[in-house]
């Protein structure tokens, strides 16, 4: 490995050190980003809503995956009762 971080987290593979435990629910994590990723869910911070429908979400990589189901094309269409 060339880095020594690098190093470190794929020890874990072999130990199942998940160091990174959230305080609120337990819940334990290999990387201290994934942690704190975590534990904005705990907060309830929905700073991103959907101007379409109002649907809040906590990252904006989520709102943005959602959009997509108001705006794409939808390929499929069911024979039987037309929905897409």
Do not use: A, M
Request: with cysteine; hydrophobic share 25%; aromatic share 10%.
């Amino acid at each position: 490995f060339s880095w020594r971080n690098c190093l470190t987290r794929h020890r874990r593979i072999h130990t199942g050190g998940i160091p990174f435990k959230c305080q609120d629910c337990g819940k334990s994590f290999s990387e201290s980003w994934s942690l704190l990723h975590h534990q904005r869910s705990h907060r309830e911070e929905r700073l991103f809503v959907c101007n379409n429908c109002g649907k809040c979400f906590t990252w904006l990589s989520n709102l943005i995956s959602h959009q997509r189901l108001h705006v794409e094309d939808s390929p499929y269409l069911c024979l039987h009762c037309g929905l897409s």
